[in-house]
């Protein structure tokens, strides 16, 4: 009988002991999941404080822009600022889209670079002019394409096509297409454009200059310059 109560007694201890380490295992959990909520809460106004605080310094108004342009070794400073286009006195906001949109006309219309980093900022020594340090990786200036045709029932009609380009010619964002069509028994004919979008000097638009050469069958050369503006 007395090793039965022993038995019991130690029984009764081990259960309640457990039920202590559930209690507390609960005890733990709910404490951790209030520590979680709060910091959530904390988190979640801590990011409208700073969305708050964002949009009041994006509304603020400035009244002159400076341009830092860094690794453009043949994109000129003022094609760069001209295209970026950035119009003073305006609001931080406004002058960002027009830092945003001038970046992605230099990278997609006019191909001269490949991707930008524009870190936006206000002068330490005077809150109503606005700093953009712009750095830049030029686009590849060459570019080049062959193709080649032929007749299956006549190997002697022959025919390539030769593409040269060459983008951004004088920093300008200027594009210069060099193409020749060549031929076995064919009229053989070859061709240069230059485009220009804007001339930083005059602010003249120069459309295109083109030499063509065509050689018929017989050898005689017939030679035609045209230009148009």
């Known amino acids: 009988k007395t090793l039965k109560l022993r038995s019991s007694f130690a029984t009764m201890r081990k259960m309640r002991s457990a039920e202590q380490r559930v209690a507390m295992s609960y005890e733990f959990e709910d404490l951790l999941n209030n520590l979680r909520d709060k910091k959530q809460k904390s988190e979640q106004q801590t990011e409208s404080q700073r969305m708050k605080k964002l949009n009041q310094i994006l509304r603020q108004s400035v009244k002159s822009f400076e341009l830092n342009v860094t690794g453009n070794t043949v994109t000129k400073y003022d094609f760069i600022r001209q295209e970026l286009n950035v119009s003073t006195p305006n609001s931080i ?12 006309r230099l990278k997609d219309e006019l191909e001269v670079i490949d991707n930008a980093n ?6 330490p020594d005077d809150p109503s002019k606005l700093i953009c340090d712009l750095s830049v990786k030029e686009r590849s200036r060459l570019t080049a394409s062959i193709g080649a045709s032929h007749d299956a029932h ?13 983008r951004n010619l004088f920093g300008g964002g200027e594009k210069l297409d060099i193409a020749a069509d060549l031929g076995l028994g064919t009229t053989s004919q070859s061709g240069s454009s230059l485009a220009r979008k804007n001339s930083l000097e005059t602010g003249n638009v120069i459309a295109d200059a083109s ?3 065509d050689r018929d069958q017989g050898g005689n050369n017939d030679d035609r310059w045209r230009t148009s503006s």
Request: charged letters at 15%.
């Open 93 to 104: 906001d406004n002058c960002s889209l027009e830092i945003f949109d001038g970046i992605n």
């Open 118 to 123: 524009a870190v936006i900022d206000i002068a």
């Open 154 to 166: 006549a190997l002697s009609q022959l025919n390539g096509q030769l593409s040269v380009g060459v």
């Open 211 to 213: 030499t063509h050469r």
